[in-house]
């Protein structure tokens, strides 16, 4: 009977060292700097891994009066650049914790 519940405790630690794993690597994450780019390096975007916005550079020349639409286009491209960084990064980065649980 003893020797289940010391197997117990051995899991429960186990456990409780893959949360503070898995804490720590979503903290690390979390500070990481992402950068995604349009055509040329006309926009740039910068997001942390927790997906705030931090840093949006626009180059003087892309910006058209006349053509709004480009402009909206050239940023949404960064930022969905970004964005897929952060998740392909996410799934590296945590994808060990979360494989084979249930809902990930």
């Known amino acids: 009977m003893m020797r289940g519940m010391g197997n117990m405790q051995g899991m429960m ?3 409780q060292k893959m ?3 898995m804490v720590a690597a979503q903290e690390a994450l979390n500070a990481t700097e992402f950068t995604g780019v349009a055509t040329n390096d006309l926009v740039e975007v910068t997001f942390t891994g ?4 931090v840093d949006l550079t626009v180059k003087p020349e892309i910006i058209d009066p006349e053509d709004p639409e480009m402009l909206q286009d ?6 969905n650049d970004a964005l897929g960084k952060i998740e392909k990064e996410t799934e590296r980065t945590m994808g060990k914790y979360t494989k084979g649980m249930p809902g990930f």
């Open 50 to 53: 927790d997906r705030k916005m």
């Open 19 to 21: 949360q503070k794993e």
């Open 13 to 15: 630690k186990q456990m």
């Open 74 to 79: 050239l940023v949404l491209t960064a930022v």
